[in-house]
């Protein structure tokens, strides 16, 4: 029963040259659109112990991103003197002279 498509989820490793760079929005586009579905309307279902249907809503509540998928997906410059996107002006970042 679990294994059918509608109890699946997505979960991504994309490694190497090969790698979609800006083109993951072809995978993020629908799982966006079904979160926020999920989020402003709901989905209705049913609970079988409590033999009665509910609307079930759900968020998501964080991601793990190295900074470079941050730059790949989100369009922050990650190899700049502001690349950590945390940090911001108070860094002490610099280019390596023979970089």
């Known amino acids: 029963m679990y294994m059918k498509s509608e109890y699946m989820f997505l ?3 994309i490694l190497g040259p090969s790698n979609p760079k800006r ?18 309307v709901g989905v209705r279902t049913h609970d079988h112990t409590m033999n009665q249907a509910f609307m ?6 964080w991601t793990v991103n190295d900074l470079q998928t941050y730059g790949m997906a989100f369009g ?4 700049d003197i502001m690349g950590c996107p945390i940090c ?7 280019h390596l002279q023979h970089s």
Request: glycine share 0%; net charge negative; hydrophobic share 60%.
């Open 11 to 13: 979960t991504m490793v």
């Open 56 to 61: 079930m809503r759900a968020a998501l509540m």
């Open 23 to 40: 083109l993951i929005d072809v995978y993020l586009e629908p799982l966006i659109d079904e979160l926020l579905q999920l989020w402003h």
């Open 76 to 79: 922050w410059s990650t190899v």
């Open 88 to 94: 911001m002006d108070d860094t002490s970042a610099f």
